[in-house]
């Protein structure tokens, strides 16, 4: 019990600390001076830290070292307590809302999926929209990283923390000798490209509130929006080509980032396979893609294909979500691709979800490696990649997740099929929901949105966008026995 | 001279074979007293066990009055600490250092004066490595040695039916190839040195030494015998020093496979070669050496530290069907009774090596040193100073010069341009001359024929 009870001392923590997040809508009502809405932020911030005050309170005897499987907990509790937090000001400003959709807002934030329940997103007051898009910009970067760097000050060591947040196969090599000053360096790389992200989108002609939302969106790989049409609001080719470079750079590994920044070399990208995988493929699709919808006749000249097709193939395959047109209207083979695109693209370490470039490599160089097996029975042959010998262990673990991925997927599909949601629906909801993209296909689509869903399809999706955030193992080994023996 | 030589390995060994034949005073330190007893029941020298970087083992072994330090033992780092004591305790004049770490090497300015203080670096396996691809590059030749870095080259081939000039006297040659500058140094028939003239007629079977500029190896290669195809895959025995580099450096542009018999070895191996298949197994394992195809190799290079092995590795692909196999052997005895017979390529590292090296022991501004014919012939590659006046060779048309008769000037590089070495070429001061002598007994007299007088200074 006392483990449990560490752990609620810490999140308790954060809770308060995560009530600061409320400034932002806070100062928006006060600008846009919408009393009603200013005093509902108001008071869910005060209940934010009171709740999290009154945890800490209670269990402060308890406080303590976390080790690594409270670590493990502590992850899973933080993605489902502060999404039940963040809650309030939805609950209080839309009183029409159920909890069931809120909370699927806000986790749909909180793991940057995006997928949203609520319609008429151009008449919610500014603070709410503002709220939805912090909400996925603090989750982009994984909330986690932020805790990685303000808890270890209040004396709580937080190396197993990140370890928990990326089981991934990757980034071995620390980028600087101190967790915190990683998570530190990291997190200043997220908040400098976002500023950079707000600075052009405003440039290329979007107010304010539109420019930080969005821009909120594209580095979280979020798909919210503050209009019901997404990007096709806008129709600027300006607008959707800042977005899909941002949308990019967010795709990539951001340690790449701060490798580049740090060392003042454009070179160090060059290093990164996994980035340039990520990049090479997403190139190689929308051409793809233009051609086939050229082909098709969808599009009636291919520069027309071309915008379209790489603005939302862009924002799938990295997970985003914003999308510029209905591209489930486009014929099934292009959705499809940029589907499976969003279980595979992007590189780990970014704000993306799915199996990731890398594991998608590790696995292409395995099969490779089972060839030149059958080929050459006495061959050495290790798994390598950007140069980088790759233990079996690690693949052995990868191959493990890519058994988990697809058996989540395949479970939940299910269940939304014996609630009697449509196959393309259930299916690509569960993709969509999993790989923390956005938008599925048929009535989940980009034209729709998850409101149809009843509340069971709800909570399925829900509980998909966690366990896609959290990698599966980390949500899936709190439901194994051995986790709760001593 | 007086040589002090630091670590008594396989390197350590030749080399003070080598000096010592050469009339040198050659002391050996090495930690390890049985190897050090092995020499001195062999050779003509003092030997000494202790510690190479400590000082008082250096000043017993009489560094005070050496005139040129050798330190290859098998730690980078011990032959540098050797170097710097050298200099800044007892102001040796010449340091030699044996580093292999590319990590080193990278950084030059780590040699000089003001750190440690090593005149010259060498690395055998490098050079080693450079000859075994050279020999992969042109498969029809029997030795390509390098001089002027590369610019000139002197190649050992053995003349076979087919082969245009075959049966032809040598004048041929220019008439065959107006446009290409190429000169015959040395014939060797039934291992019997010839002095080359215009009449001498090629006969199938002769070993020929020519001397061209490096972009014509081929186009002469291809006077002396009907060529091959060109090597594309590679079989490499042994992932040790020599096979690893090696493979590092045929793998972008051949197919190449390793064969490397200690697991934990295969598994660094594969980690640092990125095209190279690694193979996990016994060179001599005809097995695996077939399931390999070797049959279907180009050059099959047994490497392995293990003459024994080498050989039976070689001699078991060249039954398959590899087209040409190496084998690296370290007993000299085995090389002269291996080499053109079933294997193609005896090598001895030792011969290969020791040139780098007695370039700096000679006499004379020598740039490089080969040693040829197992150490019979040599060639040498001279820098010439001085004028007219103080020099027997500058300003002087070759057929003034007076060389001793079995040495013969075989080019000479002039800053980027390669000149063949006709009797009408006048020698300018800075020019390196390439002189190949068939017999080692005549180079001290080519040394000193090319040493300025005292009064140039």
């Not at chain 1, 928006?28 to 001076?33: N, T």
């Not at chain 1, 490209?193 to 707000?198: M, Q, S, V, Y």
Request: with cysteine.
């Amino acid at each position: 019990m006392g483990r449990a009870l560490t752990v609620i001392n810490a999140l308790g923590l954060m809770l308060v600390v995560f009530s600061i997040a409320y400034v932002m809508p806070v100062a928006s009502a006060l600008i846009s001076g919408d009393m009603p809405v200013l005093l509902d932020f108001l008071t869910a911030m005060l209940w934010t830290a009171a709740i999290g005050g009154g945890m800490w309170m209670v269990t402060r005897s308890y406080k303590g070292e976390i080790s690594i499987r409270h670590g493990y907990l502590l992850v899973v509790a933080m993605w489902t307590a502060m999404p039940a937090v963040a809650t309030l000001p939805l609950l209080l400003v839309l009183p029409d809302l159920s909890f069931t959709d809120a909370y699927f807002e806000t986790m749909s934030g909180l793991t940057t999926t995006g997928a949203t329940v609520l319609t008429g997103l151009d008449l919610l007051p500014p603070a709410v929209n503002i709220w939805r898009h912090e909400l996925s910009w603090l989750g982009g970067m994984g909330i986690i990283v932020l805790a990685v760097a303000v808890l270890p000050l209040l004396g709580i060591g937080g190396r197993q923390l990140f370890k928990a947040e990326t089981p991934g196969p990757m980034k071995n090599a620390a980028l600087t000798p101190r967790i915190t000053e990683t998570a530190r360096n990291l997190w200043l790389v997220y908040l400098g490209i976002t500023i950079a992200c707000i600075a052009a989108l405003k440039w290329v002609g979007m107010n304010w509130l539109d420019a930080i939302c969005h821009a909120f969106a594209a580095m979280s790989l979020g798909a919210f929006s503050t209009h019901d049409a997404s990007i096709g609001y806008f129709n600027s080719p300006a607008i959707e080509a800042v977005l899909m470079v941002f949308m990019l750079l967010a795709a990539m590994n951001f340690a790449t980032h701060f490798m580049a920044v740090r060392g003042k070399s454009i070179k160090l990208y060059l290093l990164d396979v996994e980035g340039l995988s990520t990049l090479g493929l997403v190139l190689i699709s929308c051409i793809g893609i233009a051609g086939f919808l050229w082909w098709k006749g969808t599009y009636p000249d291919f520069l027309t294909a071309l915008r379209y097709a790489s603005f939302n193939v862009v924002s799938m395959a990295t997970d985003s979500g914003l999308s510029s047109t209905n591209f489930s209207l486009w014929p099934i083979f292009a959705p499809m691709w940029m589907l499976f695109l969003s279980c595979i693209t992007v590189s780990s370490g970014s704000t993306g979800g799915g199996i990731k470039m890398i594991r998608t490599l590790v696995l292409v160089k395995q099969a490779g490696r089972e060839f030149v097996k059958l080929l050459h029975p006495a061959a050495i042959n290790p798994m390598k990649i950007g140069g980088q010998v790759i233990a079996n262990s690690v693949v052995f673990s990868v191959l493990g997740f890519i058994f988990l991925y697809f058996m989540s997927v395949a479970t939940l599909t299910f269940a939304l099929l014996i609630s009697g949601l449509d196959f393309i629906s259930a299916f690509s909801a569960v993709i969509a929901c999993i790989n923390n993209a956005g938008p599925g296909l048929g009535v989940v689509g980009p034209a729709g949105n998850y409101g149809v869903l009843t509340d069971f399809q709800t909570w399925v999706c829900t509980f998909a966008m966690l366990i896609g955030r959290l990698e599966i193992f980390t949500v899936l080994i709190l439901f194994t026995p051995q986790f709760w023996k001593r | 001279m007086k040589i002090l030589i630091l670590g008594a390995g396989q390197v350590g060994s030749t080399v003070a074979e080598s000096l010592v034949s050469e009339a040198n005073d050659i002391t050996v330190v090495d930690s390890d007293g049985a190897k050090l007893a092995l020499l001195q029941e062999r050779l003509d020298l003092r030997t000494l066990i202790g510690s190479a970087s400590h000082p008082s083992v250096l000043e017993q072994a009489g560094i005070v009055d050496t005139d040129m330090l050798l330190a290859v033992t098998q730690s980078d780092e011990i032959n540098m600490v050797a170097c710097k004591l050298a200099y800044s305790l007892y102001n040796t004049p010449t340091r030699i250092a044996r580093i292999r770490s590319v990590d080193f090497l990278s950084r030059p300015e780590l040699f000089n004066k003001d750190n440690f203080c090593v005149d010259y670096s060498i690395c055998p396996e490098q050079i080693l490595t450079e000859y075994i691809s050279k020999l992969i590059e042109f498969p029809e030749a029997l030795q390509v040695l390098q001089f002027s870095r590369g610019k000139a080259s002197l190649v050992a081939v053995r003349a076979f039916e087919g082969g245009p000039l075959v049966g032809k006297p040598l004048s041929v040659l220019h008439d065959n190839m107006p446009h290409i500058d190429a000169r015959v140094a040395a014939i060797f028939r039934k291992d019997g040195p010839l002095i080359p003239e215009g009449s001498t007629v090629v006969e199938d079977g002769d070993e020929i030494f020519f001397i061209a500029a490096t972009r014509n190896i081929r186009s002469v290669l291809s006077e002396m015998r009907r060529m091959d195809k060109p090597s594309r895959r590679v079989m490499i025995v042994g992932g040790g020093n020599i096979g690893r580099r090696l493979a590092q450096a045929l793998e972008r542009d051949y197919q190449v496979k390793l064969i490397e018999y200690n697991k934990k070895s295969c598994e660094k191996l594969a980690g640092e070669l990125t095209n190279t298949l690694v193979l996990n197994g016994d060179g001599t394992d005809e097995k695996l050496l077939q399931q390999e195809n070797v049959g279907e190799v180009d050059v099959f290079c047994a490497l392995t530290n293990d003459d024994e092995n080498n050989i039976m590795s070689a001699l078991l692909a060249k039954q398959a069907g590899a087209r040409k196999v190496i084998a690296l052997i370290n007993r000299s005895a085995y090389v002269d009774l291996l080499q053109g017979g079933k294997i193609d390529i005896a090598l001895s590292p030792a011969q290969v090596t020791i040139g780098s090296l007695l370039a700096y022991v000679r006499q004379g501004d020598v740039a490089a040193v080969h040693s040829l014919r197992r150490g019979a012939a040599e060639a040498l590659e001279m820098i010439v100073h001085g004028d007219r006046k103080s020099s027997k060779v500058v300003g002087r048309r070759i057929d003034e010069i007076d060389l001793p008769k079995g040495a013969t000037i075989g080019a000479v590089v002039r800053g980027d341009e390669v000149v063949m070495g006709h009797r009408d070429v006048i020698i300018e001061a800075e020019d390196h001359v390439i002189v190949f002598v068939i017999n080692k007994a005549m180079v001290k007299k080519v040394e000193k024929l090319f040493q300025v007088k005292l009064g140039f200074f």
